[in-house]
């Protein structure tokens, strides 16, 4: 089984940088994905990391730590669009398909 | 083209209907997925087709029924759904069903079930 842990929410200033945390506990991994997620809104692809370290797109960055069962999104410049949730999602590589488990999502909410 | 479009937007259905919901994208992905979501909660693996086949049901109820008509195609059926069966339904589609690849999501359809 997968247990997938996040902060329930977070807030931030606009300019800002900002840090949301993903600790997780599975029988097995390939892969860890963070989607972005505004209400009522399909989820939307951030980043993916498979290997230990950063992987930096843009504004965005994501760390992983598989020794630790740790990552987390690193949103640089906030900007008041970037209220959103944020799910941490963890690949099951047991049945050789492309399943996610996810996290329950940080809803992030970012302020003048 | 990234798109997963999904149809209806919204959907209300009393317990006794039958509703379909469905899917397309047009990308070439050999995988689609239905997920289901709760408010405030993560969406929840339903299914998974691969090349045109099931290849995993979540232990989802019977009331639910998939269909992949084609590669582009991934239809939800519905029937006899009960009032907690009311959540965001989405569908994904990724290149192929194996570890390295993302899935893209579609806007969803809003189900009410009366």
């Known amino acids: 089984g997968q247990n997938i842990d996040q902060p329930t929410e977070m807030t931030a200033t606009e300019g800002a940088i900002v840090q949301i945390n993903c600790t997780y506990q599975t029988s097995g991994f390939n892969g860890l994905f963070w989607y972005q997620q505004h209400a009522g809104e399909a989820p939307t692809f951030l980043s993916y990391?498979?290997?230990?370290g950063l992987e930096e797109k843009g504004r965005f960055s994501s760390f992983l730590s598989r020794s630790k069962g740790y990552s987390y999104l690193l949103l640089k410049e906030l900007q008041m669009k970037d209220s959103a949730s944020y799910l941490c999602a963890v690949r099951d590589p047991g049945s050789g398909y492309s399943t996610l488990t996810f996290g329950k999502g940080t809803m992030l909410l970012v302020s003048p | 083209d990234t798109e997963v479009t999904q149809t209806p937007k919204h959907l209300v259905m009393g317990m006794t209907n039958k509703k379909s919901l469905k899917c397309e994208q047009h990308m070439g992905h050999r995988a689609m997925y239905w997920y289901k979501q709760k408010a405030k909660k993560p969406p929840e693996l339903m299914f998974v087709?691969?090349?045109?086949?099931?290849?995993i049901n979540e232990s989802v109820p019977s009331r639910f029924s998939p269909e992949c008509p084609n590669s582009s195609l991934l239809n939800l059926h519905l029937h006899a759904l009960q009032p907690e069966d009311s959540a965001l339904y989405l569908c994904?589609?990724?290149?192929?069903?194996?570890?390295?690849?993302?899935?893209?999501f579609g806007p969803g359809t809003r189900l009410t079930v009366t």
């Open positions: 994904a589609s990724s290149q192929g069903a194996g570890s390295s690849y993302e899935q893209y």
């Open positions: 087709y691969s090349y045109e086949k099931l290849s």
């Open positions: 990391n498979v290997l230990d």
